[in-house]
C-alpha cells in the first residue's frame, strides 16, 4: 500500500518538478513561484501517509537530480 | 532556483538558535493570540490572518541567515499537540518578487535543524504579496492526555 502511495505522490510530483525547471530557465519567477507552491501542497497533502525516508528518494530520484544538475544546483 | 551552502558557521549559529529557543519556549496563549494555532491548512495566505495582525507582536524567534539568501526562523512553541520544533523558511536578498524556497533547500536546512521532512506539519505561508515562507512544526514532546 505504501508503495502504491509513494508511486502516487510520484506521479504527481515529477510533472511539476519538470514544469518547475521550464518556468526557472524562462526566468518566470511568478509561474516558478506557484509550480513551488503546487509542488508543497503535494508534498503536504502526502505528508501524514508517508515516510520521511519516502521523501527523500522522491527528492533525490533520477529525475529531481538530473533537474538539479541542468540547473547548475547539484554538481 | 539558488544555491545552498551549509557549513560550519550555520551549523554553530543553527545549534546557538535551537539553544535559544528551547529556552524560551513560546506559550499556547501567545500561539492563540496571534492566531497561528495549528489549522491544518496547507497554505496559509495574508487573508487568512486576523484582523489587526501585527508581525511585531509576534513572539521571538531566532533566525539563522543561510548561504544563499535562505532565512531560517527558528522557535519552540506550545501547540494543542505538545511541546513543537518551528521552523519557517524564507527568502531574502531576492532580485525579483514572488518567490519561495525549494522543497529540497527546505529539506536540508530542516535536517540541519534536527527535524525530519516533511516534519508532523507543513504548510506554505504568504508573508508579503506574492512572497511565500514554508513552515514545518516537527512534536518533539507530545502533550499528555487528559492533562490539558
Redesign the interface.
Known amino acids: 500500500m505504501r508503495e502504491k502511495i509513494k508511486a502516487q505522490f510520484l506521479a504527481e510530483l515529477e510533472p511539476l518538478l519538470l514544469q518547475?525547471e521550464q518556468a526557472?530557465l524562462a526566468k518566470d519567477?511568478?509561474a516558478?513561484?506557484g509550480l513551488?507552491?503546487r509542488?508543497?501542497?503535494v508534498?503536504?497533502?502526502y505528508?501524514a501517509q508517508l515516510e520521511?525516508d519516502d521523501?527523500?528518494d522522491a527528492?533525490n530520484s533520477p529525475l529531481?537530480r538530473a533537474i538539479?544538475k541542468r540547473?547548475g544546483?547539484q554538481p | 532556483m539558488r544555491l545552498l551552502s551549509i557549513g560550519e558557521r550555520e551549523r554553530r549559529l543553527i545549534a546557538k538558535a535551537k539553544e535559544r529557543a528551547a529556552r524560551q519556549p513560546i506559550p499556547l496563549r501567545a500561539i492563540k493570540d496571534a492566531g497561528f494555532v495549528e489549522q491544518g491548512k496547507r497554505q496559509q495566505m495574508l487573508a487568512d490572518r486576523p484582523p489587526g495582525f501585527d508581525r511585531s507582536d509576534l513572539p521571538p524567534t531566532y533566525s539563522v541567515m543561510i548561504p544563499f539568501g535562505f532565512r531560517a526562523a527558528y522557535s519552540i512553541e506550545e501547540q494543542p499537540s505538545g511541546l513543537c520544533a518551528h521552523l519557517s523558511i524564507g527568502l531574502e536578498d531576492r532580485k525579483g518578487k514572488s518567490m519561495m524556497p525549494s522543497v529540497e533547500a527546505v529539506r536540508m536546512i530542516a535536517k540541519e535543524f534536527g527535524i525530519t521532512f516533511p516534519g508532523d506539519m507543513i504548510w506554505t505561508e504568504e508573508y508579503e504579496p506574492g512572497e511565500f515562507a514554508v513552515n514545518i512544526v516537527a512534536v518533539i514532546e507530545p502533550r499528555k492526555t487528559g492533562n490539558a
Request: glycine share 0%.
Open positions: 518547475t526557472i519567477s511568478s516558478s513561484t513551488s507552491l509542488v508543497m501542497d508534498v503536504s497533502r505528508a520521511p521523501f527523500r527528492l529531481a538539479a540547473l544546483v
